[in-house]
């Protein structure tokens, strides 16, 4: 994400509230620190302006920045400058301090980490070198009843506004976690599974399989001179083909089976508890609702599909041999004239017409 553009003002957003809320409960934390104090008048014009006008201000500042993620860390430094000055004039008062600090603190490290932490300290030691130089250097840290109850806003809602940003944010986090990772798995122009999760869940059928949970049904399914329509209308009406025949797949299939783009103009389907036969007559089923398809970019345009099934088999050693039947199954269906199913045998590597399809891809439109 760019920090100079949209995330920095998304970040600037997170800490407007937060800020919004320490500050103004913070401003009465201060005031009781200064209260017994000779203070000049411009003292608490600086209190206010900082408890109630700077959390504004700042976020104005940032949202008008070009880069509002930078501006928005110097603001956090700015607010650092104000806390260790606020505690140099309250004279290390210690839990009117100790309370402004360490919310402060919290900031910084939520918003950069350890180094972005050690800055902000500096930047309170700053502040606090500018307070005792205004006001000289002194240390009551005693604090009264009074200064004790006047912290406990800032103690109780500003942990609380802190927490809720980083709810919110955790929550965003997973949102964009989970679309993460449906794009990874997704094939971009079907929007089946790709090849790779394909694989994948390939894999866990087949051990499902084997542990004797079901019995299942893999089919491999090939779009008929799907070369020839490419090279006669173009990539786009191919494109179109392939985006129509998908659609009408999921449209076929139960919600528990598995379709995915398994290359050019192939695809794949795992039908989960599902025998061979019942098998054969979802594919037959699926070819013969093409004949209704038609691409708006060629509508003149007839499709065919050509489909090897293959049950699983005790006898297959792995997912991989399982694959090699379903495929072998295609080609049979490619060889014999296109446009029909075809079952393999549930014997591995058996083949009808003694042709290995890894010869012959399957693919070859």
Not at 188 to 196: E, I, Q, V
Not at 274 to 284: G, S, Y
Request: hydrophobic share 45%; charged share 15%.
């Amino acid at each position: 994400m760019d920090r100079n553009t949209g995330s920095g003002l998304s970040f600037a957003k997170r800490i407007y509230l937060p800020r919004a809320i320490g500050l103004g409960v913070g401003f009465f934390c201060v005031a009781a620190g200064l209260w017994s104090m000779a203070m000049p008048s411009w003292i608490w014009v600086v209190l206010v302006f900082n408890g109630y006008l700077w959390p504004h201000l700042a976020f104005q500042i940032s949202r008008f920045s070009a880069k509002p993620y930078l501006t928005e860390r110097r603001n956090l430094l700015l607010d650092s400058v104000f806390g260790g000055f606020w505690a140099g004039a309250m004279q290390f008062n210690a839990l009117p301090t100790v309370t402004i600090l360490s919310m402060m603190a919290m900031n910084n490290i939520a918003a950069g980490g350890a180094r972005f932490f050690l800055a902000g300290c500096a930047a309170q030691l700053f502040g606090a070198l500018l307070s005792m130089t205004l006001f000289g250097f002194a240390f009551s840290p005693a604090t009264s009843m009074a200064q004790l109850y006047a912290c406990l806003p800032m103690l109780v809602l500003y942990p609380l506004a802190l927490g809720l940003v980083c709810y919110r944010l955790t929550i965003t986090l997973a949102e964009h976690k989970q679309a993460l990772r449906a794009v990874s798995r997704t094939d971009s122009l079907t929007r089946l599974f790709n090849h790779g999760y394909w694989k994948d869940l390939l894999q866990h059928e087949f051990s499902k399989c084997r542990q004797g949970e079901q019995r299942s049904t893999m089919a491999l399914i090939d779009v008929d001179h799907f070369k020839s329509i490419n090279d006669t209308h173009g990539h786009l009406v191919g494109d179109s083909v392939l985006r129509l025949i998908s659609e009408r797949l999921v449209h076929s299939l139960r919600e528990d089976d598995l379709a995915g783009r398994y290359g050019g103009d192939e695809f794949c389907v795992i039908l989960p508890h599902t025998p061979p036969v019942l098998a054969t007559e979802v594919m037959e089923r699926l070819r013969h609702s093409l004949a209704d398809i038609r691409s708006e970019l060629a509508p003149q345009l007839r499709f065919t599909l050509s489909i090897g099934l293959a049950g699983y088999s005790p006898l297959q050693l792995d997912s991989s041999a399982w694959l090699k039947a379903a495929d072998q199954a295609l080609y049979q269906a490619k060889s014999g004239g296109r446009d029909r199913v075809v079952l393999a045998s549930e014997v591995p590597g058996a083949v009808a017409a003694g042709q290995p399809a890894q010869d012959q891809p399957a693919s070859d439109s």
